[in-house]
């Protein structure tokens, strides 16, 4: 069975820090991977996804990235914390190739920035 | 310009009553319809999807209805369980888009 693995579950950073969110998809081949956040009392926002090995597609510009290295594994990545990025961020993968399929998240991170 | 639109931010309902939560969307090429759930602090979990093809599907206690022509799913529960207390989101997706585009969430608590 497919899993997905997000760490970590919460991180304080302090305003102007880097930042390194991992996540990684077992059980799968190359799935389209999701970075979405919520905000506080917002609903789901999507930030990054790929479809495959340095695919990146933005959907919002802000000051994160995201990378992904290998076929299961997704980075979220800040060069420069602002107070505006503290939020819960959440990694998805959907099945690629396939219509009309759902799509799993990860645990999350709640991201406090200080 | 939020193309999937949960009006009611919460919603209480008596433990044993039908919750019913509803999502309008502006995209008429969304084909897909999906409803997640989310407790606090955990990533949102799948519940039930439809196909734009019916305008019903069932399982178990949930139940999504379609209405194309008005643009309108609804998920009903019944009955409501006091576990089923959590934010509800709606999902939405074209056949050939990759991403799902979701609604801001309803706040769903069932009293005992």
């Known amino acids: 069975s497919q899993t997905i693995h997000q760490w970590p579950a919460t991180l304080v950073q302090p305003v102007g820090s880097p930042l390194s969110l991992e996540c990684t998809v077992e059980g799968t081949s190359n799935p389209n991977l999701y970075w979405y956040r919520q905000a506080a009392g917002r609903g789901l926002q999507l930030l990054f996804y790929?479809?495959?090995?340095?695919?990146i597609s933005s959907e919002v510009p802000q000051n994160l990235s995201a990378s992904r290295p290998q076929d299961r594994q997704f980075i979220l990545s800040s060069k420069k914390l602002l107070l505006s990025d503290s939020g819960f961020y959440l990694c998805?993968?959907?099945?690629?190739?396939?219509?009309?399929?759902?799509?799993?998240f990860g645990q999350g991170t709640r991201l406090t920035v200080v | 310009d939020q193309q999937v639109k949960q009006n009611s931010p919460s919603l209480s309902v008596q433990e044993g009553r039908i919750s019913i939560l509803n999502c309008d969307y502006t995209n008429s090429m969304f084909d897909y319809f999906l409803w997640y759930k989310k407790y606090p602090a955990e990533g949102p979990t799948f519940l039930i999807s439809i196909s734009s093809i019916k305008d019903k599907n069932e399982d178990g206690r949930f139940t999504v209805f379609l209405n194309k022509s008005a643009k309108h799913l609804s998920l009903h529960i019944v009955p409501s369980q006091p576990g089923d207390s959590a934010v509800y989101f709606c999902?939405?997706?074209?056949?050939?888009?990759?991403?799902?585009?979701f609604g801001s969430g309803t706040q769903l608590t069932v009293l005992p």
């Open positions: 790929s479809v495959g090995i340095g695919q």
């Open positions: 998805a993968w959907r099945a690629a190739g396939r219509m009309n399929t759902e799509a799993f």
């Open positions: 999902a939405a997706s074209t056949g050939s888009a990759r991403q799902l585009t």
